[in-house]
């Protein structure tokens, strides 16, 4: 808009030229001449005989300036120049994705070194030196800061199973996952045998998924369900329990086995901020208490399964003391059934009791 005002107010001062007429009779005639800048001079004598310059100057118009002002154009510049140009052009040309960045960034690099070669080896000036070396360092430091950024998060073979298996498929990026890994306590071996938790004395204070191993969970020596790799030991805890209560079952190492723990109030702290990893949890963890509700479902209807009463007896023991109800299949063909990724009939909800007014988990 600046320059459309200022091209129409020199071509309406164009308008406004001086003229000057020059006179025919002899007495007011005099010598008119033409300087080499296009201006009039008119050169009369005077009263006395002494000759007096008069010039007359006209105001070239501002259309004029905008077109005349090169009359000859100067030779193109050096190749330096050109490429320069070309990686600046490049850089328009970046699209708005992480990749783009680094585009953008070594076109813009290449391009304020050719530009700064240009002016050191051809033009010599030295403050264009200074600024493209300038340019130079800024666009280095964002585009080292940006290829970090792009660097491939790896984990270790468990956990990028953990992650490949639950929460890739619900497109939790890597980052993402790598930000709820830095809330990560430990990862506690347990040897066979173990307790991880004993009931009314072990605090809800985590949150805890098995990487590899089987581990059963039971309430005053019952069992109710067994733990699989990359299912949740405390589920059920995540919603509506504090850290300040105590796990109402007890959950036993049935091998060796390996378990993510995290810092259950500081992963939460991590994510409140965040809603959707806020919904990738409740559906992870809001799935895996379906998953045990329906086995420890099925668990109380068929029989009354008990655990040794010491848990410091040896291997040779088996783990589970089967009571059978009558005829009934007993708690040790159903454990079986659960061992059973293939049995079609392991995860059926099965016929709950009347009497049976709550089912812990």
């Not at 070309?86 to 850089?91: D, T």
Request: proline share 4%; with cysteine.
């Amino acid at each position: 808009m600046l320059f459309l005002s200022a091209l129409a107010i020199g071509m309406i001062s164009g308008l406004q030229n001086v003229t000057t007429e020059v006179p025919t009779t002899e007495s007011d005639a005099g010598l008119t001449t033409t300087d080499g800048m296009g201006l009039l001079e008119t050169t009369r004598p005077s009263v006395g005989g002494d000759f007096v310059n008069v010039t007359i100057q006209e105001r070239p118009s501002m259309w004029d300036m905008y077109l005349n002002h090169c009359p000859k154009w100067r030779p193109i510049n050096h190749i330096f120049f050109q490429a320069a140009n070309v990686f600046f052009l490049l850089s328009f040309l970046a699209p708005h994705t992480p990749s783009g960045l680094i585009w953008l960034r070594v076109a813009l690099i290449l391009g304020c070194a050719f530009s700064g070669l240009w002016a050191w080896s051809i033009e010599c000036y030295l403050d264009a030196v200074v600024w493209n070396s300038a340019f130079i360092v800024i666009n280095f430091v964002y585009f080292a800061v940006q290829f970090y950024l792009m660097r491939p998060i790896k984990f270790h073979r468990d956990i990028e199973e953990v992650y490949l298996a639950l929460f890739k498929p619900l497109r939790v990026s890597r980052r993402q996952f790598r930000r709820v890994l830095m809330c990560m306590r430990n990862v506690r071996h347990l040897k066979c045998h173990e307790l991880y938790a004993h009931e009314k004395v072990t605090k809800v204070d985590s949150l805890s998924l098995v990487l590899s191993g089987k581990l059963v969970v039971s309430q005053n020596q019952r069992a109710l369900h067994i733990v699989f790799p990359h299912h949740f030991l405390d589920s059920p805890e995540w919603f509506g329990v504090s850290t300040d209560e105590f796990f109402q079952v007890s959950i036993m190492a049935m091998e060796e086995s390996r378990v993510l723990v995290w810092h259950r109030d500081k992963l939460k702290l991590s994510i409140i901020s965040d809603a959707f990893l806020q919904a990738v949890f409740d559906h992870i963890l809001g799935r895996d208490v379906v998953h045990k509700l329906m086995q420890v479902s099925e668990t109380m209807s068929v029989s009354n399964g008990h655990l040794p009463n010491s848990y410091e007896e040896g291997e040779d023991k088996p783990m589970l003391v089967v009571k059978k109800a009558g005829d009934g299949p007993g708690i040790t063909a159903l454990l079986n059934r659960q061992l059973q990724a293939t049995d079609p009939n392991a995860w059926r909800l099965g016929r709950i009791d009347e009497a049976d007014h709550e089912t812990p988990v």
